[in-house]
């Protein structure tokens, strides 16, 4: 029980801004964290740690930071990065396209807020971008994640597989529209 004294039980410190190149060893860790927790039953170790190692790597993740069409952001508390949300256009501009490549909490700060802050965050930048519709992918056996984002709006539109490593993941994919609302639900979180 004294691991649980040092857990926020509230939100009021959580701050959502972008992401900063000082970030991206903590990104690193919140996302192999996550993985291990998420994934230990459903993905071999050695293709969790080589997605991470190449997916993850605080180099391979900086070119997100500075880049275009990127929207990448940190949820931290008391100055810890806690989870992170990663926007990024895609197909041609004036389409009006995004997808969520990139998000985890910790697991010890999940069912917070914290996820809805993100998204929130995330959808405004959108709506300021002009975009009008967000996809997201997610395994199709974390039902956690498939609720969370059916509850901030995204509709089942398939499943498809992808190789991760040696083994082929099945991922759900959900589409959301952006919309205007998204700019008020972000100023009234």
């Not at 029980?1 to 991206?24: C, G, S």
């Not at 509850?151 to 190789?163: D, N």
Request: glycine residues 6%; hydrophobic residues 40%; proline residues 3%.
């Amino acid at each position: 029980m004294e691991a649980i004294k040092d857990i926020p039980q509230t939100v009021d410190t959580l701050i959502i801004r972008f992401a900063t190149h000082i970030d991206l060893a903590r990104i690193s860790h919140v996302a192999q964290v996550t993985w291990d927790d998420t994934y230990s039953d459903t993905i071999a170790v050695e293709n969790r740690r080589d997605f991470l190692s190449s997916s993850y790597n605080p180099t391979n993740l900086a070119e997100a930071i500075d880049t275009s069409g990127h929207w990448f952001y940190v949820a931290e508390m008391d100055d810890k990065v806690i989870g992170f949300g990663h926007f990024i256009r895609r197909y041609h501009p004036t389409q009006g396209r995004a997808e969520l490549i990139r998000f985890y909490v910790l697991p010890d700060y999940q069912n917070m807020g914290i996820g809805r802050s993100l998204l929130n965050m995330g959808f405004s930048g959108l709506t300021q971008a002009a975009i009008k519709q967000c996809s997201v992918s997610v395994q199709a056996t974390n039902h956690r994640a498939r609720r969370l984002y059916e509850r901030h709006g995204f509709v089942y539109y398939r499943k498809h597989g992808q190789f991760l490593g040696t083994q082929i993941v099945t991922l759900a994919q959900y589409i959301r529209p952006v919309t205007n609302m998204d700019l008020i639900n972000s100023h009234n979180q």
